[in-house]
Nanobody, 124 residues
Framework: VQLQASGGGLVRPGGSLTLTCRASGRVPAVYTMGWFRQAPGKEREWVAAMSWLGMRTSYTDSVKGRFTFSRDNAKKTDFLRMNDLKPEDTAVYYC??????????????????WGQGTQVTVSS
């Protein structure tokens, strides 16, 4: 399986963006999808995860109530809707796929496949 992330851009504080992660190739029967972000000079940070059936989602505290993880199974595409963006949300965002049964999968080391990253910049 390969992942391709897109949808980043420049947005003003309080604005919104929707990131897209498209999977191609053979997707595992059971998996967790995750979103991570990495700001300059900082470690990669887990943002959100969705279970393989989409029945469970989990978010890091700083984005709860602002970010929403959704999925179009038919198109093998995941979305991260980001509302009320703040300057501290500025980072390169990555989608990732993991096959561990742990929930939530919130550590980068637990993910097996990564997309290429998309830049999100929140600035006035």
């Amino acid at each position: 399986v390969q992942l391709q992330a897109s949808g980043g851009g420049l947005v003003r504080p309080g604005g919104s963006l929707t990131l897209t992660c498209r999977a191609s190739g053979r997707v595992p029967a059971v998996y967790t999808m995750g979103w991570f972000r990495q700001a300059p000079g900082k470690e990669r940070e887990w943002v959100a995860a969705m279970s393989w059936l989409g029945m469970r989602t989990s978010y890091t505290d700083s984005v709860k109530g602002r970010f929403t993880f959704s999925r179009d199974n038919a198109k093998k595409t995941d979305f991260l809707r980001m509302n009320d963006l703040k300057p501290e949300d500025t980072a390169v965002y990555y989608c990732a796929l993991g096959t561990s049964s742990t929930w939530p999968l919130d550590t980068a080391a637990d993910y097996d496949v990564w997309g290429q990253g998309t830049q999100v910049t929140v600035s006035s």
